[in-house]
C-alpha cells in the first residue's frame, strides 16, 4: 500500500467508442444464460459496436437451444465438440472481429456501465489489459461471509497493485483485452485469466484494475472455493511452464508476484515448519508453541460442531476459511501427477441474480 501511494502511476481515460467482442465460452449453463445474456444486451454501449459469441463447449442441457432464441438480437452460437474451456476460448477468438475482446463467464451478470469503464482505461496506450470487479452478494451463514472476507481482502491486493503497475492476472469472470495480444492457449490450460493477461504483461503492457466495472455473484461454499482454489494454484504452478520469465529479473513485478502468489503455494510448508520447529524450542516455551497451534487447528477442525449463535464461531470459522485455503495449496502440486482436467469441477452455486439487485458486499478491488 505504501509503494501504491508513492509510486502510483495514474491511468488516462476517456471513453472512446471501439468495436468489442463479447465472448462467453459455457458448458451446461443453462440456469445463467438468459440472464447472462440479457445483461450483455443492457451494456451502456453502441449495440452496432458489439459482436456478441456464446462458444458451447458441448454443452448437453438447454445451453445451446437459449442461445438460439437470441439470435434475432445479434448473438452468436458457436457449438464446438467438448475441450475444454481453453479450446472453446480459441475457437471463439478465432471468430472474433472486434478489436477488443470481453471475456466474461456465464454465471455472473454484468452492471449495465461495466463494458463503458473499461473501455475508457483503454485510451491510455500503455494499458493492455483491464480487469473488472467482482462484487460478492451477502452470504448466508458464516462460512460464505468468511470466504466474501477473503475476497475483499484479496481485491485490496490488487487494487495496489494496479496502482503500482500491473495486476498479475484477471478476474475470469470480466475482464477485456486488445485483441492483437491475445495468444492461443494451450489446451490444458486452467488459468485463462492470468495466462493471457500475462501475455500482455510481457509484451511491456500493463494490466489493470477498473474497480467500476462491475461483475455480481454469491460467495460460493467453502467446499466449492477450496476447489477452486486448488485449481488456481495449481494453474500457477503451470504458469511457470508457459512463462518461465515469472522468476526472471525481465518481470518488473517479480518481487509482488513472489510475495503474492509464490508465496501462497510455499505457506502450507511454513505452517509445518513451524509446528516442527517448536519441538525444537526450550521449555516452556516448546509447550506454549504447541499448545497454541493445537488449539488453532483444534478449533478449526471444530467449527462444523460449535453453535452458529456461540461467541466460540467468530474466531473458529474464520480459522476453518484460512486453514482450508491454505490446504488447497497443499495440494496445488498435483498438477505434476494428474491431468490438468481433473481440476475442472462443473459450475456450482446459487443461480445469477439481476445486476441491479441488493444487497451485496463490495470491495475496493478485482481479485482472482
Known sequence: MWLARRRSKPVSRELCYRTVTVLIAVRNGEPWIRTKLNSILALEYPRELLEIIVVSDGSTDGTDRIAREFAGRGVLLLPVPRGGKALALNAGMAQATGEILLLTDVRQPLAPDSLARMMACFADSSVGVVSGELVMRDGRGAEKRNVGLYWRYEKWIRGNLSALDSILGATG??????????????????????????????????????????????????????????????????????????????????????????????????????????????????????????????????????????????????????????????????????????????AAGEAAAPASAAPRVRGTAAGL
Open 173 to 346: 469472470c470480466i475482464y477485456a483485452m486488445r485483441r492483437n495480444l491475445a495468444r492461443p492457449l494451450p489446451p490444458d490450460t486452467l488459468l485463462d485469466d492470468v495466462y493471457l493477461p500475462l501475455g500482455a504483461f510481457f509484451a511491456g503492457y500493463r494490466v489493470i484494475l477498473e474497480d467500476g466495472a462491475c461483475a455480481f455473484d454469491h460467495p460460493a461454499s467453502l467446499h466449492d472455493e477450496f476447489r477452486r482454489k486448488v485449481r488456481t494454484q495449481a494453474g500457477v504452478l503451470q504458469l511457470f511452464r508457459d512463462y518461465p520469465a515469472l522468476l526472471s529479473p525481465s518481470n518488473r513485478m517479480l518481487v509482488h508476484f513472489l510475495s503474492h502468489k509464490f508465496g501462497r503455494l510455499l505457506l502450507p510448508y511454513l505452517l509445518i515448519g513451524m509446528a516442527l520447529s517448536a519441538f525444537g524450542l526450550p521449555s516452556p516455551w516448546r509447550a506454549a508453541a504447541l499448545a497454541g497451534q493445537a488449539l488453532v487447528y483444534a478449533l478449526a477442525l471444530l467449527d462444523v460442531r460449535i453453535p452458529a449463535r456461540s461467541t466460540a464461531k467468530r474466531i473458529s470459522s474464520p480459522l476453518r476459511t484460512f486453514i482450508t485455503l491454505v490446504s488447497a495449496a497443499f495440494l496445488a502440486p498435483l498438477i505434476l501427477f494428474v491431468p490438468p482436467s481433473a481440476f475442472w469441477a462443473p
